[in-house]
């Protein structure tokens, strides 16, 4: 006999299909339930470690590892081994050279080198601080000190030409250096000095990042921070500086080809990443370079038979002298800290 396939009965037959196959689905839920509640059971019970534990014999073997000798141990007696701040105390009191930092550097305090003990004290950067110990400027509880790498131990009281040396809040300040202002931190010859325009309004003792001849005016930085100078004049960093050339008579286009394809110097080889002509002027040049070689703008032109009547840096390390007026200067915002920090302004 046919079957009667009515839309009624198709629709019966769906319907128990549905419904055993939701009992299906609710007995393997049941079931991985019950599994999974079986085996935190046996977790709590402590029978999973009765599983790994390590077969006996093998708790007094030995084994060679890069010739030294390492006893096993059961999974028991590793558990119950002290908590690890008791044990590198432990070893600390045993073997205090043995501790050691990321870097292979002693965790126990050994002191700072002295140049940057200086260069933190807002003194000079790393560099010039070793000069000034060379020189004999430098004293460590009153005791002359003139070898380079010396430590500076917590306690000890450095001072640079008589004046103690302590930790300052980090300042950062950009000028527009005048004319006729020297750079240097400390000339006994010199009238006029870059520190004199920010000294009684900055407490602060900060000194110049670089150095502009005192005919060249322009930005100039500012700062007690050491590492961040460091960062700024080391040769391997070569920051981008841009310089705005006033010129004693019309540059070639050869001297401009030239100055791009480089020159050769007495020190070296130099080139500039960029030139050009300022204001379709062809008396005044604007020249982009890294280099941070003594007076190289000046020797540059110099070797090409030109004299500079004015010289002004307009850029350094994506610092300008906008709204700053000749000898005017300003604190950095936060936003240029940051920015000289992290070296994003190139």
């Known amino acids: 006999m046919r079957k009667n396939n009515t839309p009624q009965r198709t629709a019966q037959h769906g319907a128990r299909e549905n419904a055993r196959r939701d009992t299906s689905v609710k007995r393997v839920g049941k079931r991985a339930g019950f599994v999974a509640k079986k085996r ?6 402590g029978e999973y470690k009765a599983r790994r534990e390590v077969p006996k014999g093998r708790e007094t073997e030995k084994k060679k590892i890069k010739g030294k000798e390492i006893k096993r141990k059961d999974v028991k007696e590793r558990e119950a081994r002290p908590g690890r701040e008791f044990a590198l105390r432990e070893i600390k009191a045993k073997e205090p050279g043995r501790l050691k930092k990321r870097g292979g550097k002693e965790k126990n305090d050994e002191g700072i080198r002295l140049n940057k003990f200086i260069a933190n004290g807002g003194i000079c950067s790393r560099r010039e601080a070793d000069t000034y110990i ?9 005791k002359l000190v003139t070898e380079l790498g010396t430590k500076v131990m917590p306690g000890d009281v450095v001072k640079f030409n008589g004046e103690t040396i302590g930790n300052e809040r980090k300042v950062y300040i950009v000028m527009n250096k005048p ?73 070639k286009a050869t001297d401009m080809a ?18 050009s002509y300022v204001d379709n002027d062809e008396t005044q ?22 004299k500079i009547k004015k010289l002004d840096r307009v850029y350094f390390a994506g610092l300008t002298k906008k709204n700053l007026r000749r000898g005017q200067w300003r604190f950095l915002t936060d936003k240029e800290v940051n920015m000289l920090k992290m070296g994003s302004y190139e």
């Open 40 to 45: 935190l059971e046996e977790r709590e019970d």
């Open 258 to 275: 030239a100055l791009l394809n480089g020159i050769e110097l007495e020190d070296g080889f130099i080139k500039a990443d960029n030139v």
């Open 179 to 251: 004319k006729d202002f020297v750079t240097t931190v400390s000339d006994p010859y010199a009238k006029n000095t870059v520190l004199g325009l920010v000294r009684g309004k900055c407490s602060a003792r900060v000194y110049p990042v670089g150095r502009l001849d005192k005919a060249t005016t322009g930005v100039l930085l500012l700062t007690n921070d050491g590492d961040l100078a460091e960062k700024l004049l080391h040769p391997s960093f070569e920051k981008k500086k841009i310089y705005h050339v006033f010129l004693d008579k019309r540059v």
């Open 285 to 306: 040049v604007g020249v982009e370079i890294h280099s941070g070689r003594n007076r190289i703008i000046r020797r540059m032109f110099e070797h090409l038979d030109y």
């Open 134 to 142: 060379s020189t004999g400027l430098i004293t460590i509880n009153d």
